[in-house]
């Protein structure tokens, strides 16, 4: 019989810690780097006390350290200063202030700030700027010369976001237009904290424009995402040659990016199918068994995404299972079974499963095959 | 045999939420009210942005309300203001800041500021004070003076701070006399964030002066606490009619307060006794053995106070735990055995422990008894 | 800026302990007593490596225990005994076993077996028995003869079990009606282990049969409940005078149950009307704002049911929220505004909403209301 | 200011997993391989419901899958036999019950026996036996003549349990000098369960024996090890060119064991100083401050094994951290400063620590160095 009281002992000397995130420590997030390239996560949307955020600006970089992020903006509200009889507006100080925290953490620190008008435009970010108070102007037109005179990238933010849109769904007005016309806008949030715009994606993946997803926060990181828990916060994976602020602007500029959100990627299926491979490997195991003959796949996964599968197209002398979920650092064990019982099988097998949470638009994953080569002579009895 | 892909399916469907503070939610710290009184949470030392604090006021009792406490006061350094160039000096704008989402919470919001001076007489905090921006002096004897106009009470911080005192022990200065002659030092911090002094622990049990234990915290809390794991923030206990400043104020001055720092509570036996008797239960379970004849002690604990004991002294004839875990919240089971093999006990039994962890001196914890009826007889084999 | 590395010590020298259940501690299931009686918490469907089980008879009073159960059924199968070479049948064995780990932890242990047979009649459960041997027999109409005359209580078991249900749906069979007749079939499972069966729920409010809901357990109860992360065991809560076996007995003839599965109850309005009044409690808070007149709803929760409920009807001069969720353990706070800016309310309010999880029949909530007398101005801007 | 009930909803919907390891599920143990070996996490000491255990033989496999192991070796008491009345005797069923979980799983079952005798000889655990049953002797050196006859390997169990020696030190009697003699006994259990026995590893290191660590599990394994929390069993990792029953008989004959027990290993500098290596990498990273010239450490560790540093020898111009912990699967920062103010730093920088939990003996860690180029200037104030 277990013995209570020296369990009790165990379990109480014993130092626990099941911690997925925190300061002072940085956990990276396991996605492959592909295509030759760096696969950085980044923020690019981010406040602080100096617009309508809660907290000073060297906490962004470390909160993005911990979490295992490359990259980040800090885009304070150009139009919006709520605190300005407290602190008087500067939007050039967040960058300056949490800049010494970005160098010792070795994150790439980009000057940002967010025009913020009523919808049309709505809300855009401009980033790679250089100087965030030239761009407070009365006529959102001149703030997007003055930036592009400045060399920034603009995106437009949370097109879909219900202050603004009351039925959720993203409008594309001649102002977006204009903006575009301006040889200045490079991408949209398809997503912003929570929220997926799938309209949106489909504008991205028509008008060519790169995908973007950001947190958008204004309170400390930990207070919104339950990262000990295991939650990730929305990034914008960049596939880039480095982590410059060059080489993060090459890759925006070239569409080079999956939004990564609520445990799914969202991108051109370029970038996801090797995603998905560099990450997953399996293996047949053959079993004895008595009735249908029955071989298990054995399915790892090595990366922090966790993929959800749907069965396509097999051979129908065998059963797959139906749905498929490779759990995120885990390695899982599926049957394959014969259709009938008491049959042989060898031959070569192939199933094609779609992948629900690596979306190339909405609704409609990559799909990919598990091919291998079977041979199981049912148990006798 | 247990089903491999049955459960995995059953894992990832089930959502699970094992948090133990957060934001948005209200979690109470259970510990009992105790003679007569309420048992507030409070914690007296905090910082924001209009010091060297890293959050914006209206943070603070959003924080204190989701972790259960019941009041806090803002205390920003009056002489140490490194954020002055982009927030020019304000002490009474962290409390009028706050107060909104303080009345929302149902937290009682305390004015404060803390004097910043080097050693002697080094940081203490005002509390109860009218108005902040007035005790902006040059001569910390005269902002004291300002102070007690004002019917503010004192309390002297991490007197023991290594950064004032480089071998981390207290020592008491004339200019601390000076203070308490002023009448207007209630108390000491015996308790700064994780750091316990316990020569200040002493004073206070000599000199009746309250104890006192608070964060002192510049950043979120969650980045320094980790209430997810289950970790709780220093507090001071007070034990006042209700939660009103005038309540909490009464019992401040008249040292009615218990610390409760990394699962300790450091107090007068006066409450401590009380609160362990509300909060622990027992009851002996007769068990037929073979062998030495034994009894089960069933013992429950109904708070958030883990307790450890040790026994003092005891019945010789019976074999009780040296030492006694009471987890937070749980039922434990403990044996108590006959000393010797094969012989019958009945009779009344008492054994005395010390609770290591509620401390009214330094090493001291209180003196608790089990008292109850035996009757054991061993099981023929 | 705070110290990376301080931090860093600090959460590696801390032992967090944030275990929901384990074995040597007990940990309650906080759901209220209600109607005079004592809301035990019951398994009545447990199986050991005397069936098909895998683990040996004392582990699961222990599990129980830990859990906070009051009374558990060990009900393994008469008919089938795959383990019968390496362990010959003996069906009073696991009970005879397991007895004096049920002692030690005050967990009542009830003497059970499971018919076992194609469907009709399926597999019923009988408890209360005093001879589990002797109900071995060819003819499972000679078992349930000699469970009447041994004063059994049998329950027909997972009526909708897909391996003789293919389609999921329990339908009543003449056998089903014989049962009935012999007067000794008190209830049925509406649920087993995470399967509820919705037209079982309406039989058991039509034929006026007892609600059970077990766990059918085979392994280790930690390995199929998630225990750590707060996951609970499906539970028949049962009503009683106390935890005799007579006293379960009773409830169980007369009724008095409520099943508890995946955080929700199901059973009769007169036990969830109680359990919902005795676990919360709200407070109407008054809090000044610019815009639309607002006051929040502080609501707590002092039991482990979360609580989801949805508005049926109020007042339409005020907008309640639409949902409303109150977690285990915790208070929330939820708006309630003013249909219109700038207008001031002063009168009783009332709102109805159904707790969508606490179930009367399939999809039926039990309808409660929140009543209060609001006075608020709208805050000069 | 933060959104409560938004916050609460975005809690409440999602679902949050943050398990270590759970049935039905793999997760690999971190642990490089190194010298041209796989690393095998591997058990030589389990019990189960044929001799004293409480589970199935067939968990057993799945256990040891989930939680990453290779192999285990299951090992009944060959003496006691304390089920013997339900269950009568068979020692050679636990493994034939096993095996097919195990085929499936892709896990290395060994069989075994554990000869189980008063002190001397104790208890001793025989694996690679080819017939338990016929190990069954009056005479425990006819066990040993037989095991020897199988071509079994012997290993010495807990020779330090209090059980058999009350104060826990172990003694090294002739019977083992007798059992040394036979050839058989290729090592001794340095750690069993949660108990390190440090005269054990000192006999090994002076007898050139194979240091063992095992579970000795009699229970389920999630009741004895936290493994939800982030616990690891003790288990004996074994270099071996495969995971073949010879590979691991080789590498066990020839020392090519280090245990993996409470987050240290132990072992032979020859495995442990490249395991290390290939699990931690670090990186000067420079920061412009005012006072004392400083650069950061980025140390990153790969592995599940959290690494504990002290600083043994620096160059006396530099401040290194006196400690040094480097978590599991995570990156952090030390400073390392310029012992005095104000003075620029241009050289090469070394310094060694002892890693206080790689032990090659007791008490002693291994020794291993950081050497980088530091060039840092004070910041002008």
């Not at 009790?8 to 492959?32: N, Y």
């Not at 990181?221 to 982590?243: C, P, S």
């Not at 995603?275 to 298990?296: H, P, Q």
């Not at 139906?322 to 097998?349: C, D, G, K």
Request: with cysteine.
């Amino acid at each position: 019989m277990v013995k209570f009281q020296q369990l009790l002992t165990l379990f109480l000397i014993l130092a626990f810690v099941s911690i997925s995130a925190q300061l002072g420590q940085r956990k990276e997030i396991r996605i492959p780097d592909v295509n030759g390239y760096k696969t950085l996560k980044c923020d690019f949307h981010i406040h602080t006390v100096f617009s309508d955020g809660n907290v000073w600006p060297d906490l962004r970089p470390e909160e993005a350290w911990s979490e295992g992020l490359d990259a980040i903006a800090l885009t304070d509200h150009i139009e919006y200063q709520p605190k300005k009889n407290d602190i008087p507006t500067n939007l050039n100080r967040p960058y300056e202030i949490a800049k010494p925290a970005a160098d010792k953490a070795g994150i790439t620190l980009i000057r940002g700030a967010e025009i913020t008008r009523g919808m049309p435009p709505g809300h855009m970010n401009l980033i790679f700027v250089k100087d965030a108070n030239a761009l407070i102007k009365e006529d959102w037109k001149e703030t997007i010369a003055e930036a592009k005179k400045q060399g920034a990238l603009l995106f437009w933010n949370h097109p879909g976001w219900k202050a603004q849109q009351p039925d959720g769904i993203a409008k594309w007005y001649p102002e977006h237009t204009y903006v575009l016309e301006q040889g200045i806008m490079m991408g949209i949030e398809v997503v912003n904290d929570r929220d997926y715009y799938p309209e949106v994606h489909n504008w991205c993946n028509e008008k060519k424009l790169t995908l973007m997803g950001d947190t958008d926060i204004h309170s400390p990181i930990m207070f919104v995402y339950n990262l000990q828990a295991g939650e990730h916060r929305t990034v914008t994976l960049v596939f880039a040659k480095d982590n410059s602020e060059e080489a993060i602007k090459d890759a925006l500029i070239n569409r080079r990016t999956v939004v990564y959100y609520k445990n799914q990627l969202i991108g051109d299926e370029s970038f996801l199918a090797p995603i998905f491979e560099k990450s997953v490997s399996f293996k047949s195991v053959k079993v004895n068994t008595t009735g249908k003959a029955t071989c298990y796949l054995r399915v790892s996964n090595d990366s922090d995404v966790p993929y959800t599968l749907e069965l396509k197209s097999s051979n129908n002398k065998i059963i797959f299972p139906q749905t498929f979920v490779i759990p995120a650092n885990r390695t899982v064990l599926y049957p394959v079974r014969a259709a009938e019982e008491n049959i042989s099988l060898s031959e070569n097998v192939k199933a094609e499963y779609e992948v629900k949470n690596l979306l190339t638009a909405p609704g409609k994953g990559i799909i990919i095959a598990f091919n291998f080569d079977i041979e199981v002579t049912p148990k006798k009895k």
